[in-house]
């Protein structure tokens, strides 16, 4: 719509939250996305971008605060993008991310839905993540304060990315969304390589040794520690010793050279220093007292919220009612979590997966729990998914998908629809292409059950299940 200068909407009234950590409001029929507001603010809005359906502001004056904020217990908050909510109650948060799918539903689906079951909240709003990420920086991002302070300072950093941001990093001191003892190895692990002045990476150079710092934890309470450098550097092997003998407790010690252009390391060898080059994490058994055993290794993918992922789980299977006799596909299966623990409800799980290395995770898993009645398939699902395949692996009569946020291909939609299993249910990280791709089921399916659960507190995101039934 073009250029115009930035203007003032006052006393607007906050009404909810949007994605990416803003919250949204109305003016004469346009939506205005804000940030640092939450729901309930009354605030004057700088609007600084106008774009064709919606603006962009920030507030400048609260005439009145929100009765849902809170006192965010981060001293990070504002700056790091992990935990945009931390400032609103987590009723509210709960509130919100219903809506958010209730939303997606109606606006995008359009399909005739039944009331929507109550959020499943997380019992954890803090130390509820088993991974997080570190990136090693010599571009540390600096707070106003330290700018103008005029001291000398270490430029380094070990911490997460600045939003929007690729090249800067802010340090961090204390992280609250993973428990001991990862606050503690990141912290010694810093002060190390500085006390040692180790060469922090460069992403916009390329250069440097130190580039990321990866630690896995288990409800078991198994540790693992993956070290990422850009280099064969006589320093690694102190630095990993310094480590083993600072954490006694650590599992799994790992490191890979990555000198690659980003910090993927999926095609990369990776090297065990001490301890075994995996953890053990565990599941209960639905409808039964005992458990399901995973070996997680560096590469493998596994929820991240493991408290959370019970609930998940045991709301699929409520959902998808399976039988002794019956057949089911677990699309986009990862290393085989789902497939394995409905293994023990059904006569046969097939499972396929696009990574071949979580594929045979999801083989070694199957075998470590004894899951006989389990195949894996590696390769793109719209490909693999054909007429022969079905009819070698026996037709589904569940269909459980769990796709990427992206939702699942037109393809894979059009050959579930040929194969026309029985029920199928919808895990989604995404609402918005989970209501896509169920407007593309409608035709042969009607949403029958909607079950929203929260896996991260503190931030926009929400995962909802859905079950479809065959009309």
Not at 226 to 231: F, N, P, S, Y
Not at 402 to 417: C, E, F, Y
């Amino acid at each position: 719509m073009g250029r115009r200068k930035p203007f003032t909407i006052e006393k607007v009234v906050i009404e909810g939250i949007a994605d990416e950590g803003k919250c949204v409001a109305h003016h004469d029929g346009m939506a205005i996305f804000v940030r640092d507001v939450a729901p309930g603010d009354i605030a004057d809005l700088e609007v600084r971008k106008v774009k064709r359906n919606y603006l962009e502001g920030h507030p400048t004056h609260f005439h009145e605060k929100s009765i849902h904020r809170v006192e965010p217990i981060c001293t990070h908050f504002g700056l790091c993008g992990g935990c945009k909510w931390q400032h609103v109650s987590y009723d509210v948060q709960l509130e919100q991310k219903s809506r958010i799918v209730k939303d997606a539903l109606e606006r995008i689906a359009k399909v005739e839905l039944p009331v929507s079951q109550q959020i499943i909240g997380s019992d954890k709003q803090f130390h509820y993540r088993n991974k997080l990420e570190y990136t090693f920086s010599n571009n540390r991002w600096l707070t106003n304060n330290e700018m103008h302070s005029g001291n000398d300072m270490s430029r380094n950093a070990l911490g997460f990315h600045i939003p929007k941001m690729f090249d800067k990093i802010l340090g961090i001191d204390e992280c609250f969304l993973q428990s001991f003892p990862t606050n503690e190895i990141r912290n010694a692990v810093f002060e190390y390589a500085e006390r040692e002045q180790l060469c922090f990476y460069d992403i916009r150079k390329k250069t440097g040794f130190l580039r990321n710092l990866i630690i896995r934890t288990s409800s078991l309470n198994e540790v693992m520690v993956i070290l990422q450098v850009a280099e064969e550097n006589d320093a690694l092997v102190p630095l990993l010793n310094f480590i083993s003998k600072q954490f006694p407790q650590i599992t799994s010690l790992l490191f890979v050279i990555n000198d690659k252009m980003n910090e993927t390391f999926n095609d990369l060898k990776i090297k065990c220093h001490g301890g075994r080059d995996f953890i053990w994490e565990q599941m209960p058994v639905y409808n039964s007292s005992g458990n399901w055993k995973f070996k997680i290794g560096p590469k493998s993918f596994f929820q991240t919220n493991s408290s959370q992922a019970i609930k998940l789980y045991k709301t699929v299977f409520d959902f998808a009612n399976l039988s002794s006799n019956e057949v089911v596909y677990d699309l986009y299966t990862g290393t085989g979590t789902i497939a394995i623990c409905a293994s023990s409800q059904v006569n046969k799980v097939v499972g396929i997966e696009y990574v071949e290395a979580a594929i045979k995770d999801a083989r070694d898993n199957s075998e470590i729990n004894n899951a006989t009645n389990t195949q894996f398939f590696a390769g793109d699902i719209k490909d693999i998914l054909n007429n022969d395949f079905v009819s070698n692996n026996g037709a589904p009569h569940v269909i459980i998908t769990d796709p990427p946020r992206a939702g699942m291909h037109k393809d894979v939609v059009q050959r579930i629809l040929e194969i026309a299993p029985e029920r199928i249910v919808y895990v989604s990280c995404n609402p918005a292409t989970q209501a896509r791709d169920i407007a593309l089921l409608d035709s042969n399916y009607i949403v029958t059950r909607v079950q929203p659960v929260d896996m991260f507190p503190h931030t926009s995101h929400v995962e909802n299940v859905i079950l479809l039934v065959h009309r």
